[in-house]
T-cell receptor, first 115, second 113 residues
Framework: AQTVTQSQPEMSVQEAETVTLSCTYDTSESDYYLFWYKQPPSRQMILVIR??????QNATENRFSVNFQKAAKSFSLKISDSQLGDAAMYFC????????????FGGGTRLMVKP | DTAVSQTPKYLVTQMGNDKSIKCEQNLGHDTMYWYKQDSKKFLKIMFS???????INETVPNRFSPKSPDKAHLNLHINSLELGDSAVYFCASSQLGRKSEQYFGPGTRLTVT
């Protein structure tokens, strides 16, 4: 069985500052994907960033970047120049390429952004 | 233009009733999913389905059943609703294979009284 753990139930950051959300995972598979999803109060699930396990280079999407440490099974999300619109629940998720491509989610981190 | 749509968005019903939630995707994807998000925001896969196979999370009670009339639809039927079924249910779709990002619907908030 695979697991995803987010150890920070809540985080806060000052507007324009940088914040890092933690995620660790466990899987016996060698071929998998990792994701960060954002869920604002509207409850829509929005993909923030994706990382293929076979790629050593960390993924980046504008102000969002990851620190992927495969040996440590760690996948943290860094948000730079935080904006008020970044306030949301953030979920780390793991997908193996077999078993129907189902996502296993962490428990989520609520991010608050202070003006 | 909505990629993945769900109806209804809100559903309030009594214990013991049978209800369905509909899901449609217009992305041409071959795989669809149902997830449950409980009151603590924890998200858990319930089903994965494509035209070849249905994969069921073993923890899902058999009162829950997915039904797919065609490739673009995966409806969720729930029999004999219980209080613990109250949650937000998300439908998602993807194309199997590499770079298979899942696209989520807006969710259906089910309240069982």
């Amino acid at each position: 069985a695979q697991t995803v753990t987010q150890s920070q139930p809540e985080m806060s950051v000052q507007e324009a500052e940088t914040v890092t959300l933690s995620c660790t995972y466990d899987t016996s598979e060698s071929d998998y994907y990792l994701f960060w999803y954002k869920q604002p109060p509207s409850r829509q699930m929005i993909l923030v960033i994706r990382q293929e396990a076979y790629k050593q280079q960390n993924a980046t999407e504008n102000r969002f970047s990851v620190n992927f440490q495969k040996a440590a099974k760690s996948f943290s999300l860094k948000i730079s120049d935080s904006q008020l619109g970044d306030a949301a629940m953030y979920f780390c998720a793991l997908m193996n390429n077999n078993a129907g491509n189902m996502l296993t989610f962490g428990g989520g981190t609520r991010l608050m952004v202070k003006p | 233009d909505t990629a993945v749509s769900q109806t209804p968005k809100y559903l309030v019903t009594q214990m013991g009733n049978d209800k369905s939630i509909k899901c449609e995707q217009n992305l041409g994807h071959d795989t669809m999913y149902w997830y449950k998000q409980d009151s603590k925001k924890f998200l858990k896969i319930m089903f994965s389905y494509n035209n070849k196979e249905l994969i069921i999370n073993e923890t899902v009670p058999n009162r829950f059943s997915p039904k797919s009339p065609d490739k673009a639809h995966l409806n969720l039927h729930i029999n004999s609703l219980e209080l613990g079924d109250s949650a937000v249910y998300f439908c998602a779709s993807s194309q199997l294979g590499r770079k298979s990002e899942q696209y989520f619907g807006p969710g259906t908030r089910l309240t069982v009284t």
